[in-house]
T-cell receptor, first 117, second 114 residues
Framework: AQSVTQLGSHVSVSEGALVLLRCNYSSSVPPYLFWYVQYPNQGLQLLLKYTSAATLVKGINGFEAEFKKSETSFHLTKPSAHMSDAAEYFCAVRTDILTGGGNKLTFGTGTQLKVEL | DGGITQSPKYLFRKEGQNVTLSCEQNLNHDAMYWYRQDPGQGLRLIYYSQIVNDFQKGDIAEGYSVSREKKESFPLTVTSAQKNPTAFYLC?????????????FGPGTRLTVL
């Protein structure tokens, strides 16, 4: 079964510093991976997705993620944090690749990003 | 604008009452989903539907029911059998097959049991 693990439920960075949010996956087949962002009391918004076309995936708001098969990782990064990046971030993996149908996703437990002045 | 709407945004319920959460989409997506979100637990799948008049249980379906009579609508009923219904509920939709597609999310409904 496909699953993801997000290391660190809370991450704090200074404004202008590098943002690194960690996600490791477990999958018996090549995975399809996603990063979503959630602002307080709102729904989730897609940041980027990995579909095997390229290992370095660029997303919205200056975020990017690199797929590393050898490390089973898909970490999210942004070179310079902005106050508006403060939110909760979720990594997700598609789970119905072998069973077929439904385009189901399994989500990690989330990482709350705090950006300090 | 295309998107997903959920109503109401906030909902209060007394113990023992059933309550229905609305989810509507105008994205022409075949698949729709209901998730429950609790602090520190991420999103957990309650029910999903790939096509009209068909739906499947997710990981935590007990105490919930759904219907899919129209492509655009996927209401969720939280029944009195759900022992701990206070949570944030998210509805999503996506293209169901033929590629790798993201799920689009609504703004959520926060349910509080008094």
């Amino acid at each position: 079964a496909q699953s993801v693990t997000q290391l660190g439920s809370h991450v704090s960075v200074s404004e202008g510093a590098l943002v690194l949010l960690r996600c490791n996956y477990s999958s018996s087949v090549p995975p399809y991976l996603f990063w979503y962002v959630q602002y307080p009391n709102q729904g989730l918004q897609l940041l980027l997705k990995y579909t095997s076309a390229a290992t370095l995936v660029k997303g919205i708001n200056g975020f990017e993620a690199e797929f590393k098969k050898s490390e089973t990782s898909f970490h999210l990064t942004k070179p310079s944090a902005h106050m508006s990046d403060a939110a909760e971030y979720f990594c997700a993996v598609r789970t119905d690749i072998l069973t077929g149908g439904g385009n189901k996703l399994t989500f990690g437990t989330g990482t709350q990003l705090k950006v300090e002045l | 604008d295309g998107g997903i709407t959920q109503s109401p945004k906030y909902l209060f319920r007394k113990e023992g009452q059933n309550v229905t959460l609305s989810c509507e989409q105008n994205l022409n997506h075949d698949a729709m989903y209901w998730y429950r979100q609790d602090p520190g637990q991420g999103l957990r799948l309650i029910y999903y539907s790939q096509i009209v008049n068909d739906f499947q249980k997710g990981d935590i379906a007990e105490g919930y029911s759904v219907s899919r009579e129209k492509k655009e609508s996927f209401p969720l009923t939280v029944t009195s059998a759900q022992k701990n219904p206070t949570a944030f509920y998210l509805c999503a939709s996506s293209i169901a097959s033929g590629g790798v597609y993201e799920q689009f999310f609504g703004p959520g409904t926060r349910l509080t049991v008094l």
